[in-house]
């Protein structure tokens, strides 16, 4: 296998899991700067033209991060991040879709049209006039989760999953660009913490 990389929160939740699950594959690094992603030979792999993507033993290309981290999670043994039983993965589908819709896309968004404009205005259609209120939702919803871990150490009550991998890299990317985390938010803070001192988070960045 081969796992196309790049600078960029996406890659990066597909790095902490496998780092998480103990993996190791292969990386080939992908210039988002350069453009690279967007021009062949890169979108003969992935036609969408985002990062990450894994290109499995057979020749075919796996895109979306949590389709990648659901197939290595089966494909190696050991413990799981997405669950052991339908009602576990239930849980961790749940959760994963959650933070994706109402975080990570509008916070994402938010930063690529506003801070990342310069970078992203060529690129794909940027509605500069939506970006304080794409940053607006997401941390609403930050708050909203915030609500839902009172008295759990993950998402999942003590099952660290796919999806914190997901929140923790996303609201560290945020905090880079001008979306900080909210102090009054105290459990989702703790919860950053506890997540940031995990040897994976270091070793992903």
Known sequence: MKFYNSIGPNPRVVKMFMKEKGIEIPFEEVDLMKGDNRKEPYLSKNPSGQTPALELDNGSVLAEITAICEYLDEKYPGKSLIGTSAEERAETRMWTRRVDLNICEPLTTGFRFAEGLPL??????????????????AQDKITWIDKLLAGKEF???????????????????????????????????????????????????
């Open 120 to 137: 992203f205005k060529d690129r794909m259609v940027c509605r500069p006039e939506a970006a304080e209120g794409l940053k607006a939702i």
């Open 155 to 205: 998402l999942a009550g003590n099952r660290m999953t796919l999806a914190d991998i997901l929140l923790f890299v996303f609201l560290d990317f945020g905090a880079s660009v001008g979306q900080p985390l909210n102090s009054a938010n105290a459990n989702v803070v703790a919860w950053f913490e506890r997540m940031k001192a995990r040897p994976s988070a270091a070793a992903s960045a």
